[in-house]
């Protein structure tokens, strides 16, 4: 039953039971003051009839006949005699069986001091009964008050006919407020079963309790909550058993499955927290209609089946449009929505949140400062403490995470959260805490020229483990803090002793996920797609060379570009025989230098294109969008050659996902020597970006590489970034962080806390 329902059912209960008192009040008022008047009424009647008599009494006139007169009056149906009162109240004459009773009293104290001189009623309890008084002063013919005259009727009839109605009203008060109760709890009562019998069913189908069946059942809302985390937990379970008996892979490879199975082993009950700031499935709305999108990057590749593997939960900023719409009260959603199996909770931000701590801070002083390519970063105090603010609103939703049993595993995801370890550690001292840098740590040279750079750095060191792609960016990593920071570092087991702890800095080389995973198409489909493509874009017969990245300065665009231009000043006879494919992908767009960068970019294409296209050829193609998986798939296996120019990258996927593309094990890859995979593909062909010669001259020895070298150097490639995938990846780094030493480190501190307290 819906909340306002309920809440209207005993609204009406309550209105009904109100409108009933409020009756029964109305008409016991009005019984008594009609038999009220009609007493009034009588005495009134009986005093002026009586007045001339009266008079004379009072003047002490009264005949016999006059006294008989006034004692006929009593004991006629309910009047009981009268009384007179001189002006000063004592009594002068009343009916004998009054004798003895002070009604010239009664009336004065109850009226005032001195007589009244004005009519009255009232009700007493004299001589054991109940009466009514009516009281009106004698006037002489002067209008002289002489005394007051006094008629007393029994009341006694009035008094027992209230105490029966009051009965009765009482009686049928109580029974209509039962009849309400029953009628209440019956309807509650049948909605609640049907309520209770439809969560069955879900229980029984094995399905999580749907939203709406959980807003109708506030009670059970906890129990729903729970039987949606256990039956993901045994959803998943049940898959990873399933996956495994039916997987026939090599033994070296790993795969989800196999990923899954470690996963599990190693982090067996403990639950996994993993915080990053894009987030794995964006709610976005269009015309209505909510749709759910799985971003293509690594990193969500990496962790999707890490997280059902455990059932645990992912934190990240809830960026899609409709994202508040699905989440629920805690800000959670359960994932992938067919067959939830893993929460994701969101963290909201404003505008301004989003400029300081994303685009400012992060990408514009942490972002430059780590890619140390000549671009200055842009320091601005607003911005890194709008940073440190964002850092600590995650840190506070994690916190709501923790249990007071077991000690937390968390595995942070890239620069964007610097401080947050320091702040998850501040809150909870026996956290496991992992931060994965994605991005290149430069020599202590370039670092230290950041502002805040001992708060960065002090931040990172709450973490137990920091994690970069290159063995280079740990020992850069680990000099800047044995320079700025006092610590002792351990340089053989690459750990920095510190005051709050141990922190190991260790590489761990992303890769990519095999493309055969992606939901491809047959292969007919694909050759057609290549063909459809090839017609599309006017490619005609030429070669293609490819280029696929985010428009970024730290891809090497320009130097890029210039080496195309080079090369086909230096090899004319290449003009109208190659297509240079530039699948790029616009990227912090809100950010001017952005902005400026690719209006450069374009200038620059522009300007190859005029210079040596001709009517039906155009050296570049510059497609600027971001592709769909698929489309890149299908370019990385059109080209030829693939052109990575990168002037520093942590890793670079782009090249790894050219070599996993290569289903014929030919085509050629240049990489740049300044990316992080240069280290693992040694039969690339090496570039350095700024040697525009250099860069020429290899684009030209790829072209004209030999058929048989190009499938010996890619099978040796492919093999590389196979057997390394993601999955190996995210199987190291989980290893490291759930090993015993951060475990025992853990268990050290909450003892010391429990010694503490
Ligand atoms: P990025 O700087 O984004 O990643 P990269 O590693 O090349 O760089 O990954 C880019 C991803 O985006 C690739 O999967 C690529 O296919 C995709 N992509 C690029 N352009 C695209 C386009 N136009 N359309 C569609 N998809 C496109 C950061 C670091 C890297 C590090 C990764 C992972 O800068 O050094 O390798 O994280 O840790």
């Known amino acids: 039953m819906k909340r306002w329902y309920k809440t209207l059912l005993i609204l009406f209960a309550a209105l009904t039971m109100g409108a009933f008192v409020y009756l029964g009040w109305a008409w016991f008022s009005n019984e008594r003051s009609q038999l009220t008047d009609d007493l009034n009424r009588r005495a009134r009647i009986i005093a002026k009839s009586l007045n001339r008599t009266f008079v004379k009494a009072i003047k002490q006139e009264a005949s016999a006949h006059d006294i008989e007169v006034l004692e006929s009056i009593s004991e006629q149906g309910r009047t009981l005699g009268y009384f007179l009162c001189g002006v000063d109240g004592t009594p002068v004459l009343q009916t004998m069986i009054f004798e003895g009773v002070p009604y010239c009293e009664i009336i004065k104290t109850e009226r005032g001091e001195k007589i009244s ?13 109940f009466v009514h008084i009516y009281s009106t002063p004698l006037l002489s013919k002067d209008k002289t008050v002489l005394g007051v005259a006094g008629i007393v009727h029994d009341a006694s009839y009035i008094h027992d006919q209230m105490k029966t109605a009051f009965l009765w009203m009482t009686l049928s008060m109580a029974l209509v407020a039962l009849l309400i109760s029953a009628a209440t709890y019956f309807v509650s009562r049948l909605i609640f079963q049907r309520s209770v019998n439809e969560f069955i069913s879900w229980v029984k189908e094995g399905n999580s309790v749907p939203k709406s069946v959980m807003s109708t059942l506030s009670l059970l809302k906890p129990v729903g909550r729970e039987f949606t985390r256990l039956n993901a937990k045994l959803r998943s379970a049940q898959q990873t058993a399933q996956e495994v008996s039916q997987s026939k892979t090599d033994e070296e ?93 969101r963290v909201w931000l404003t505008k301004q949140e989003e400029e300081g701590y994303y685009y400012s801070f992060s990408n514009e002083v942490l972002w430059p400062l780590c890619h140390a390519t000549h671009e200055r970063p842009t320091f601005d105090d607003s ?60 020599i202590l040279e ?52 510190h005051e709050g702890g141990t922190t190991y800095v260790k590489p761990f080389p992303i890769s990519v996920q095999p493309w055969s995973e992606r939901n491809l198409p047959e292969e ?15 490619l005609g017969k030429t070669r293609l060379v490819v280029s696929v990245d985010r428009l970024d300065y730290t891809k090497g665009f320009s130097e890029r570009l210039d080496a195309i231009k080079r090369f086909f000043e230096n090899n004319p006879a290449y003009c109208g025989k190659i297509t240079f494919v530039h699948l790029a992908a616009p990227s912090r767009t809100h950010i001017p230098r952005y902005r400026e960068f690719d209006d450069r970019i374009e200038k620059k294409v522009d300007d190859i294109n005029w210079t040596f296209g001709t009517e039906g050829w155009k050296p570049i193609l510059f497609l600027k969008e971001n592709h769909p998986p698929y489309k890149v798939y299908l370019f990385l296996r059109m080209a030829e050659v693939c052109l990575v120019s990168s002037l520093a990258d942590g890793m670079n996927l782009v090249a790894k996902e050219f070599i996993a593309a290569r289903e014929n094990n030919d085509g050629v890859l240049i990489l740049s020597e300044f990316a992080g995979a240069i280290l693992e593909l040694h039969d690339a062909l090496c570039v350095n970006p700024y040697a525009c010669q250099d860069f020429a001259e290899t684009i030209r020895i790829a072209l004209e590489m ?52």
């Open 117 to 129: 001189q004005v009519e009255n009623f009232g009700f007493e309890r004299s001589a054991g009964s």
């Open 253 to 345: 490879l790993w795969t989800p499955v196999k990923l899954k199975a470690h996963v599990t082993s190693q982090i067996g009950e403990k639950k996994l927290i993993v915080v990053s700031n894009r987030e794995p499935y964006i709610h976005t709305k269009e015309k209505g209609v909510v749709h759910v999108m799985h971003p293509a990057s690594g990193l969500v590749t990496a962790l999707d089946p890490v997280l059902k593997a455990t059932s645990g939960l992912w934190i990240a900023h809830g960026s899609g449009n409709a994202d508040q719409d699905v989440v629920d009260e805690e800000n959670k959603v359960w994932v992938p929505e067919k067959a939830p199996i893993y929460q994701l909770k």
């Open 383 to 442: 911005a890194w403490t709008t940073y440190n603010r964002v850092n600590q609103k995650f840190c506070n939703c994690i916190a709501e995470e923790f249990s007071k049993k077991d000690s937390p595993h968390i595995l942070i995801q890239d620069y964007h959260f610097s401080v947050l370890p320091k702040m998850i550690r501040e809150k909870r001292n026996d956290a496991v805490i992992g931060l994965f840098w994605h991005i290149p740590w430069p």
């Open 446 to 497: 370039t670092f230290q020229i950041c502002p805040w750079k001992r708060e960065v750095l002090q931040g990172m060191l709450g973490a137990n483990i920091l994690g970069f792609h290159l063995s280079s960016y740990c020992n850069n990593f680990l000099n800047t803090v044995n320079a700025l920071l006092p610590v002792r570092i351990d340089w053989d087991r690459q750990a920095i002793i």
């Open 524 to 538: 007919a489909t694909i050759q057609a797609d290549t063909e459809s493509w090839r017609q599309q874009l006017e």
């Open 706 to 757: 030999p058929h048989a070298q190009q499938v010996e150097r890619m099978t040796r490639l492919k093999k590389q970034v196979l057997t390394n995938n993601v999955y190996k990846w995210a199987s190291d780094l989980l290893t490291e962080l759930t090993h015993p030493v951060h475990a025992s480190q853990a268990t050290a501190t909450k003892t010391n806390l429990s010694k503490r307290s």
